[in-house]
């Protein structure tokens, strides 16, 4: 792959005017009407062109050259961009969904909500002919993937096959790598806070220097990985993965565990910071505190921050905690009903197989001088398998929120926002979604 953006004599550069009657020969083929034909443009220089929303499925771009071409929304699903050269090219929102990618370059690329689900991206192996020998003479040469310096968050990137991939210094914040074989791959000084690992495979990697903060590791094969340094404070593990002396090597941002009697306190001292509106006492601020197990039923917990805290399988039925803060905290498992959740922050946090069964989720109204709305915040939140029947979610902000297989029967979702909610196998029976966002995400 050439390292400049000098022309190449060897590729094909279309005119505006040959581009345009390809990709509308291509859509005839794609809808199967008369005189369509597939594109053909392997070996050909598209650098530069806007090709925004165009169709290229199923189209042949090996080896071309697409650097600084803006695809954003392109559709690309089952393309050839074998050894495909996408530097700095915009993807941005595009589907790539079962492309094969295998020695394609995207380094510096921009893919923000690229779909690359279950893409091919291993190694190439490239057929070099030498000029000084006879024409039989070929030699191969292998070409790795490289997303170094992109650009992917909010990327879904379920089960795509990129072992021993190039992904250094790159943005993979929020990002989905369900299943994603990555093992061997070099993913050093790589942000992948709040990124969806589940069951990947990453074995061997190198993630020195990653964040991988509030990130969903559970079940993902970690032996032989390199986690010197990486970031996992707020990380989603299992039990037996923080035995692993892999993960042993990195920062993980251990969490205190308080007595009963200090957690007694830290409730007495914010029931008068309540009574007197701050005047007295103090906010309930339990960063990073491990609670898992205690029992908190029924406590007044208005305005509580429980951010980066391990909260697996408290019981908080009854509880109040509107306007309560609740970052990229561990609730699996948790008892959540009943409780008041107006107005909470619950940005990234993880709720899978938590019970909400009737639990106010609903919008705060009338907050403050100004009498202002303020939604409960359930951002990119992992309800998979949750309980949330009969719960109130009218108003809720649930964008990019993960709510496969959750039990939603009989839930308030009135105006809730779902834009690139995951509902597969979610049951709304009885649901109530009038002018609800329901641009959803299905899932692999």
Not at 221 to 231: E, F, H, I, Q, Y
Not at 319 to 344: F, P, V, Y
Not at 352 to 363: Q, V
Not at 401 to 415: H, I, P, Q, W, Y
Request: proline share 2%; hydrophobic share 45%; net charge neutral.
């Amino acid at each position: 792959m050439a390292g400049d953006s000098a022309p190449d004599p060897k590729l094909r550069r279309p005119t505006h005017g040959e581009l345009s009657d390809i990709l509308q020969s291509h859509l005839r083929f794609v809808t199967r009407k008369s005189g369509g034909r597939r594109a053909l443009l392997s070996f050909h220089d598209l650098s530069d062109y806007d090709l925004t929303s165009a169709n290229f499925v199923e189209a042949d771009l090996t080896g071309a050259r697409l650097q600084r071409t803006i695809l954003a929304s392109a559709h690309l699903m089952r393309a050839t961009l074998f050894a495909a050269d996408l530097r700095m090219a915009n993807l941005d929102h595009a589907d790539l969904t079962a492309a094969d990618l295998r020695g394609a370059c995207f380094r510096a690329a921009s893919l923000q909500g690229t779909i690359l689900a279950r893409a091919d991206l291993r190694e190439a192996a490239l057929a070099r002919v030498d000029q000084q020998q006879p024409s039989d003479s070929v030699g191969f040469a292998a070409s790795t993937v490289d997303f170094t310096l992109v650009k992917a968050r909010e990327a879904d990137l379920s089960r795509v096959k990129a072992p021993g991939a190039m992904i250094l210094h790159a943005d993979f914040t929020d990002a989905r790598l369900r299943e994603a074989d990555l093992h061997g791959a070099d993913m050093r000084n790589s942000d992948f806070t709040g990124a969806i690992l589940e069951g990947a495979d990453l074995q061997g990697a190198r993630l020195a220097g990653a964040n991988l903060q509030g990130a969903v590791l559970t079940g993902a094969r970690l032996s032989g990985a390199d986690l010197r340094g990486t970031d996992l404070t707020g990380a989603i593990l299992d039990r037996w993965q923080l035995g692993l002396a892999e993960v042993r090597e990195a920062q993980l941002g251990l969490q205190t565990v308080p007595t009963a009697g200090e957690l007694a306190e830290i409730q007495m001292r914010h029931q008068q910071w309540i009574a007197t509106k701050g005047q007295k006492g103090q906010r309930a601020v339990l960063t990073g505190l491990n609670l898992s197990g205690f029992s908190l039923s029924g406590s007044d917990l208005v305005m509580a921050v429980f951010d980066r805290g391990n909260l697996q399988s408290v019981d908080l039925s009854d509880a109040i905690l509107a306007r309560s803060e609740m970052i990229a905290a561990d609730l699996r498992g948790a008892k959540l009903m009943r409780a008041d959740l107006r107005g909470a922050t619950l940005w990234r946090v993880h709720l899978g197989g938590a019970d909400l069964s009737g639990a106010n989720l609903s919008a705060l109204t009338d907050v403050g001088a100004n009498r202002i709305t303020v939604p409960t915040n359930l951002e990119r939140a992992r309800l998979a398998g949750a309980k949330i029947d009969g719960a109130s979610l009218r108003g809720a902000r649930l964008v990019g929120a993960d709510l496969r297989g959750a039990s939603l029967v009989n839930c308030d979702l009135r105006d809730a926002d779902l834009r690139n909610a995951e509902l597969k196998g979610a049951n709304l029976t009885g649901a109530k979604i009038e002018r609800a966002h329901m641009m959803t995400l299905n899932g692999p």
